[in-house]
């Protein structure tokens, strides 16, 4: 035999535990360091395209003012002369029972200048044939925001026995219109709306067949230019707690509100914690918007604020078009003085200056709202 044969074949020599753990380890640390990252440039990219979302909402919006000389309403129903006259099912009142079935939001509004017409048209159609607006469902890109997509098929709210009962289906959005503070709908002072232009930008313009005579202001970009000023008047902002771009049932569906529960020029007696839940209230709204509303001013009022998925803080869109993420730890008052269109002529919602209860409070309100111009770096 030779003496290859008698030759050793090499041994092998296999991992021992130490080093597989030692690997294993290193792998942790590389997974703990790269995904923190990996998360940040996810965030970085929905943020961008919430704010993307943003800018093509206010060029519709700003489109719409061109063309009507006038922001579109926070809430209306479908003015046209044959629906108001002809088909029986314009609404009798903004009080009536089910008149939510039959209210246009801002969305609805804007639809022509977000390339959806088609998705208009349809709205406009059931209501002439007397459908609802919500018969028209689906995810909006534009007034969503990707940090807060869901795979939620239906809603929390139930459809009007009406419309048959049952769930809605989810049309998610994310982006409230500043509509001022609380409407006063009970109308006791027709000729002053349900609130003044001045404490916000979008009003609400809801007035049915039998509801006399109402008067809307229809401000516009040039109103808010010749208060505040474009550059400091918030025209949009986030609200993850929105619900459906298709059922405005009530202000709070669709806007953002600043309390003028003020108590003088340096506290705030109310309840809005700005992208923040109310003290003891389990990071998420206890009800729906709709049922919250029902309860009261101020059952809802803390759910109309900004909030959003992203961390520290919201996205808004100013009136001039700029879109800026702002510190959710603004100081509250300048948030009311960005939300104000022209906050010296504040007035109570839906009340005449010569109706006004408590003057000296209302002068209070007004002190507060207003002061030197904003500096960037104050909010």
């Known amino acids: 035999m030779s003496l290859a044969h008698h030759r050793r074949l090499p041994h092998r020599r296999?991992?021992?535990?130490?080093?597989?753990?030692v690997v294993i380890g290193i792998i942790a640390v590389?997974?703990?360091?790269?995904?923190?990252a990996i998360n940040m440039a996810r965030e970085a990219a929905r943020k961008a395209q919430c704010s993307n979302n943003l800018r093509q909402l206010v060029l519709a919006i700003d489109q719409f003012d061109q063309a009507r000389n006038g922001y579109p309403a926070a809430r209306t129903f479908w003015n046209?002369?044959?629906y108001r006259v002809k088909s029986g099912y314009y609404p009798t009142s903004y009080m009536a029972n089910g008149v939510r079935l039959q209210t246009l939001s801002w969305v609805h509004e804007s639809m022509p200048y977000l390339e959806k017409q088609d998705l208009r048209t349809q709205v406009e159609n059931n209501l002439k044939a007397g459908g609802f607006v919500w018969d028209v469902y689906g995810k909006l890109a534009a007034v969503l925001c990707p940090s807060d997509e869901t795979d939620q098929p239906y809603s929390d709210n139930t459809m009007s026995p009406i419309n048959g009962g049952g769930q809605m289906k989810y049309s998610q959005i994310s982006y409230a219109i500043n509509t001022g503070v609380w409407d006063n709908m009970s109308g006791t002072y027709p000729k002053a709306g349900f609130d003044w232009p001045q404490n916000g930008v979008f009003e609400t313009r809801l007035q049915g067949s039998g509801d006399g005579f109402l008067k809307f202001q229809k401000p516009g970009k040039a109103d808010v230019i010749k208060g505040d000023g474009a550059s400091n008047t918030i025209l949009l902002i986030e609200n993850s707690d929105l619900e459906e771009w298709n059922d405005?049932?009530?202000?709070?569906?669709?806007?953002?509100?600043?309390?003028?529960?003020?108590?003088d020029g340096s506290a705030y007696s109310g309840t809005q914690i700005l992208n923040k839940y109310p003290a003891g209230v389990n990071n998420t709204k206890p009800d729906t918007l709709l049922a919250l509303y029902s309860q009261g001013q101020s059952y809802a009022i803390p759910y109309?604020?900004?909030?959003?998925?992203?961390?520290?803080?919201?996205?808004?869109a100013f009136c001039d078009g700029?879109?800026?993420?702002?510190?959710?730890?603004?100081n509250y008052f300048v948030y009311c003085r960005l939300m104000t269109s022209e906050g010296k002529k504040y007035l109570p919602a839906g009340t005449p200056l010569a109706?006004?209860?408590?003057?000296?409070t209302v002068q209070l309100i007004q002190q507060s709202v207003q002061g030197p111009a904003l500096r960037d770096d104050d909010y």
């Open 248 to 263: 405005p049932a009530s202000e709070i569906h669709v806007g953002v509100i600043w309390d003028d529960n003020l108590t």
């Open 80 to 82: 046209d002369a044959n």
């Open 14 to 21: 296999a991992f021992t535990l130490v080093e597989m753990l």
């Open 30 to 36: 590389l997974a703990a360091l790269l995904l923190p």
């Open 322 to 330: 700029r879109v800026k993420f702002v510190s959710e730890s603004i």
């Open 304 to 316: 109309a604020r900004p909030l959003s998925n992203h961390p520290t803080g919201f996205m808004v």
């Open 355 to 360: 109706n006004v209860s408590n003057l000296q």
